[in-house]
């Protein structure tokens, strides 16, 4: 019986079989016997999840364009397929050809979110592989990318190499680089150092760590011998026109999150959000041209069948030559019934124009962040909004025959008071009032408001991975009053986040390589999937910080001194640790820091050769 055979066994067996299955229109299939590298791409949760992932379809496509190397899928089994293929002797498998994940040269990991950790554990497991690096002598080397991997060192012990940054370019030349290592016959040990003089690239055995009395972080410095660079920048793409893009994508069997054409027409944010890891890590801002993106949208379409293109970016509203795409767009594939979304809109951006276009198709609900409640909080974390932008926005859309609105908020972020809370509800009562103002024969039935508030969780390379996260006791108590106050507001539905998961989540955020041994001993004690609620155990994830003689609060509830050596300090991820001070300094006072495009703040990524156009 093949292997293929006795997964087939299992697919009746559990909850959703079309995430094992394979065989999907426009997944890339090759003759493994001639191909040099094969590649086993992971996200780290389950199949709907990761096949949502924009990053994982443009890196599939970039090493499928090399003629030696082989990408294919690996997803994390929901756990009653995890269990059936303990129980069967099932390796962890991958979905195109099904092979076992240990066969592969390169195993990828992408991490996107803390609480998925456990799952690469899990996955190592499964696949048979060790999960200490020093342990490994055969199979593939691990590699970790992704906005987390800014701050790996909660993984360090479990992997080979770190990828920071763009990996388009950065991935074909690891692939480039494990080719000419396995023809040489040399070494494992030669091949990570070889790979180490890649551009962005990490290798966390490389480097020794010292700990003050305290607790804190001494150095980190390179291990003699291994030539390796104090300091790692960060591999950045320059021109995304002349970037790996698909062409094709997957189309699924089953429903996943995002079900559409994924078309990033920009990377990167100048805008400056205090709270926003990616708004720092993904600088400079660098645009796809409106002929290429349309070019691009035009195959994808005709590859696909899909009938939404949603256009991707931090900050969509600020793509340059937006209200043109909208139309050409739009008109392009009005007869097709294509759809076009901005999932992502700034509040204080003139949009009329641009969601009259974008909508004609189909209505969906409007998204807008206000983050927090009040204005001097919006100016704490340099948000650049005000009520009347907010106001103006919703009154426009609705005006437009706009019904639904959502609004993101966060709790506990630095500063905030009961009053900031509270006047989360007092914007979802003005938004309401918005909406009856409304002549009557414009205004579209059905008003659905949603108000969301997620935890603030400090994340490293942002001006505020230098504060606590509010304690556990305030942010319940302040949801729970938040919540009876938006009672009072007819027609709006609430909805928060636990706090002992985003609790964690900021353990792990800012954890040190210490933290490692409470990762493993978590998984050990039967922590996965702790992405998803009903999976969650806060209570082994305690124990496991107990049992290996470590401290949570240190990593989540601490404020740290600015001159402190944080674990993360050996990278670089283009804006300078003095821009952040100055930024959190500047938030303590409440004032705000211009958008970048105005005229250039000094963040610090001018220093990279490739962002020489910063801030057009």
């Avoid at 190592?124 to 691990?142: K, M, N, V, W, Y």
């Avoid at 820091?593 to 105005?598: G, W």
Wanted: proline letters at 5%; glycine letters at 6%.
């Amino acid at each position: 019986m093949t292997l293929s055979d006795r997964i087939e066994s299992l697919l009746m067996r559990v909850q959703k079989p079309a995430r094992y299955m394979g065989g999907e229109f426009n997944a890339v299939m090759k003759d493994p016997d001639k191909v040099d590298v094969r590649f086993a791409f992971l996200f780290p949760d389950t199949y709907e999840v990761g096949m949502s992932h924009l990053g994982m379809k443009i890196l599939y496509h970039a090493v499928n364009r090399l003629d030696y190397a082989w990408c294919e899928r690996v997803f994390s089994p929901w756990v009653d397929m995890a269990d059936l293929m303990r129980e069967n002797g099932i390796p962890l498998f991958s979905i195109e050809s099904r092979t076992p994940v240990r066969a592969f040269d390169i195993l990828g990991v992408t991490l996107q979110y803390e609480m998925s950790y456990t799952n690469i554990l899990d996955a190592l497991d499964l696949a048979g592989i060790p999960l200490r690096a020093e342990d490994r002598h055969e199979g593939p080397f691990i590699v970790v990318g992704g906005p987390c991997a800014f701050n790996p060192e909660p993984l360090a012990p479990f992997v080979d190499l770190v990828a920071l940054g763009d990996g388009e370019e950065e991935t074909v030349q690891l692939v480039e680089t494990y080719r000419a290592w396995k023809a040489s016959g040399a070494d494992r040990a030669e091949f990570l150092r070889m790979a180490s003089r890649i551009r962005g690239i990490y290798v966390p055995s490389f480097y020794d760590v010292r700990y003050n009395e305290d607790g804190t972080v001494a150095a980190v410095t390179p291990k003699p011998g291994t030539d390796a660079p104090q300091v790692v920048y960060k591999a950045m793409v320059r021109d995304l026109d002349a970037a790996s893009y698909p062409d094709k994508l997957i189309v699924p069997y089953n429903e996943v999150v995002h079900n559409r054409i994924m078309l990033e027409i920009f990377r990167g944010c100048t805008r400056g959000c205090r709270f926003c890891q990616a708004g720092m890590i993904y600088r400079p801002v660098r645009e796809r041209s409106l002929d290429e993106l349309m070019a691009i949208a035009e195959k994808l379409v005709d590859a696909t069948g899909y009938d939404e293109i949603s256009l991707m970016s931090l900050s969509s509203g600020d793509y340059s030559c937006l209200p043109e795409l909208a139309h050409q767009m739009v008109e392009k594939f009005a007869q097709r019934r294509v759809r076009i979304s901005l999932p992502s809109q700034r509040i204080d951006n003139v949009l009329t124009e641009t969601l009259r276009e974008t909508q004609k198709v189909k209505k969906t609900a409007l998204t807008l962040a206000p983050e927090a409640g009040t204005q001097r909080l919006r100016d704490v974390i340099n948000k650049g909004v005000t009520e009347e932008d907010l106001m103006r926005a919703v009154s426009d859309a609705f005006n437009e025959g706009w019904s639904a609105v959502k609004l993101y908020f966060m709790i506990g972020l630095p500063t905030e008071t009961d009053q900031d809370v509270l006047g989360i509800a007092d914007l979802a009562r003005k938004v309401r009032e918005c909406y009856f103002r409304v002549p009557k024969d414009r205004r579209a039935p059905g008003l659905r408001i949603t108000v969301s508030a997620s935890v603030f969780v400090p994340k490293n390379f942002t001006p505020f991975q230098w504060t606590a996260q509010l304690d556990e006791a305030t942010v319940v108590r302040r949801q729970r009053m938040l919540l009876e106050e938006l009672k009072k507001v007819k027609g709006v539905d609430f909805k928060y986040h636990d706090m002992s998961t985003s609790y964690m989540e900021a353990v792990l955020a800012r954890g040190d390589r210490r933290t490692a041994d409470a990762l493993e001993r978590a998984f050990r004690l039967g922590c996965r999937m702790d992405g998803w609620s009903d999976q969650y155990r806060h209570d082994l994830w305690l124990r496991a910080f107990e049992e290996v003689g470590l401290d949570p609060s240190f990593y989540a509830n601490r404020v740290r001194n600015l001159d402190e050596v944080l674990p993360w300090d050996h990278l670089d991820a283009g804006v300078s640790k003095a821009f952040l001070v100055r930024e959190w300094k500047k938030a303590e006072a409440g004032e705000t820091t211009r958008d970048c495009r105005k005229g250039c703040v000094g963040c610090g990524v001018n220093r990279y050769e490739e962002a020489k156009t910063c801030g057009q």
